[in-house]
């Protein structure tokens, strides 16, 4: 399995960012994906998932609202909308897949990762 994420940048507070992520290497369809974040010198957070069929997300109490996650499961993509950027949303973000279609908050839920991308929102 391989996840490609892309679309990152900077950009200034009060802006929008969308993040892409291609998979391949299985069934996309089958498999829950998550958007997670890793701010320099910190650890790796979450931030989003979305299940396989699309029909159940769950979000960080610190993006819902201004971020939105999508999935193409014809073009085995997942999407990140993210809006209304702050400074405090700068990190490396990854995509990432799990062994499941079911949601998870948990980046020990997921078994593969992306290479990530960074995104960079000044003030």
């Known amino acids: 399995v391989q996840l490609q994420a892309s679309g990152g940048g900077s950009v200034q507070a009060g802006g929008c960012l969308s993040l892409?992520?291609?998979?391949?290497?299985?069934?996309?369809?089958?498999?829950?994906m998550g958007w997670f974040r890793q701010p320099p010198g910190k650890e790796r957070d979450f931030v989003v998932t979305?299940?396989?069929?699309?029909?159940?997300?769950s979000y960080a109490d610190s993006v819902k609202g201004r971020f939105t996650i999508s999935r193409d499961n014809s073009d085995n993509r997942v999407y990140l909308q993210m809006n209304s950027l702050k400074p405090e949303d700068t990190a490396v973000y990854y995509c990432?897949?799990?062994?499941?279609?079911?949601?998870?908050?948990?980046?020990?839920?997921?078994?593969?990762w992306g290479q990530g991308t960074q995104v960079t929102v000044s003030s």
């Open positions: 990432a897949t799990r062994d499941g279609s079911s949601v998870s908050l948990y980046p020990g839920g997921y078994r593969y």
């Open positions: 892409s992520c291609a998979a391949s290497g299985r069934t996309f369809s089958l498999y829950a």
């Open positions: 979305i299940s396989g069929s699309g029909r159940s997300t």
